[in-house]
C-alpha cells in the first residue's frame, strides 16, 4: 500500500541553526512529491515540489528538498531557521488514478524554535 | 492570488445538528477536496469532486456528504452531527492534473460538536 511516513513527531531547532525534515515514502513507482507547511490557526501552504528531473528542488522561503530514490526519501531542508519557521510540516505525496488524483498525507512533523 | 475561502473559522453546534461547512475557489478549479485534520493523524480524505455534480469518497466518508452545484463551490454535510466530528476541516483545489499543480488550502474551519 502507498503510504508516506515522517518519522520525527516533534523536532526543535535554534534559532540559526540549519534544519532537516525528514520524509519517506512507499510507493511502486516514482510519486509525486511535496512539502506544505501550516502555521498556527492557518491552511496549509505549498513549498514546493517534485515530479521529474533535477532531483534538488528549491522552495519558497529558503526551503529546498532533495529527492533520494535510493533511499525513497524526499527530506527538506533549510540552512538557518528564522522564528517564524515555526509551523506544522507535511510531505503528502500523490497517487495515479481516475479522475482527480488525491494528495495522501503522513502525520506531519511539528517544528519548534528555541531562542 | 488563488484564493479558497471557507465561509467559516469556528463553528459550535449541538449534537444531531445539520452542518454545512462551505468552500469556494476563485480559479476555476477542476478538483475540490475536503480533508478533516485531528492531531497525530495528519490529514484524512473526506470527499473529493473532480467535476461539477461528480463525487467521489476517500477514505474516511462515513457521517459525512456532499454537494457540487457549481464549479466554484462545494460543500461539506454533516447529516447529525456528533462529537467525534469535532475537528478541524480544510478544504483544498486544484487544477488538473493535481501533481503537476498540487493544492491550494482555504484557511480551514474548526468545528465543535457538543
Known amino acids: 500500500a502507498q503510504s508516506v511516513t515522517q518519522p520525527d513527531i516533534h523536532i526543535t531547532v535554534s534559532e540559526g541553526a540549519s534544519l532537516e525534515l525528514r520524509c519517506n515514502y512507499s510507493y511502486g513507482a516514482t510519486p509525486y512529491l511535496f512539502w506544505y507547511v501550516q502555521s498556527p490557526g492557518q491552511g496549509l501552504q505549498l513549498l514546493l515540489k517534485?515530479?521529474?528531473?533535477?532531483?534538488l528542488v528549491q522552495g519558497i522561503k529558503g526551503f529546498e528538498a532533495e529527492f533520494k530514490r535510493s533511499q525513497s526519501s524526499f527530506n527538506l531542508r533549510k540552512p538557518s531557521v528564522h522564528w517564524s519557521d515555526a509551523a506544522e510540516y507535511f510531505c503528502p505525496f500523490m497517487y495515479s488514478g481516475g479522475g482527480a488524483d488525491g494528495l495522501t498525507f503522513g502525520k506531519g512533523t511539528h517544528l519548534i524554535i528555541q531562542p | 492570488d488563488v484564493k479558497v475561502t471557507q465561509s467559516s473559522r469556528y463553528l459550535v453546534k449541538r449534537t444531531g445538528e445539520k452542518v454545512f461547512l462551505e468552500c469556494v475557489q476563485d480559479?476555476?478549479?477542476?478538483?475540490m477536496f475536503w480533508y478533516r485534520q485531528d492531531p497525530g493523524l495528519g490529514l484524512r480524505l473526506i470527499y473529493f469532486?473532480?467535476?461539477?455534480?461528480?463525487?467521489e469518497k476517500g477514505d474516511i466518508p462515513e457521517g459525512y456528504s456532499v454537494s457540487r452545484e457549481k464549479k466554484e463551490r462545494f460543500s461539506l454535510i454533516l447529516e447529525s452531527a456528533s462529537t467525534n466530528q469535532t475537528s478541524m476541516y480544510l478544504c483544498?483545489?486544484?487544477?488538473?492534473?493535481?501533481?503537476?499543480?498540487?493544492?491550494?488550502f482555504g484557511s480551514g474551519t474548526r468545528l465543535t460538536v457538543v
Open positions: 480559479m476555476d478549479h477542476e478538483n
Open positions: 517534485y515530479f521529474s528531473g533535477d532531483t
Open positions: 469532486s473532480y467535476d461539477v455534480k461528480m463525487k
Open positions: 483544498a483545489s486544484s487544477f488538473n492534473p493535481v501533481r503537476q499543480y498540487g493544492y491550494t
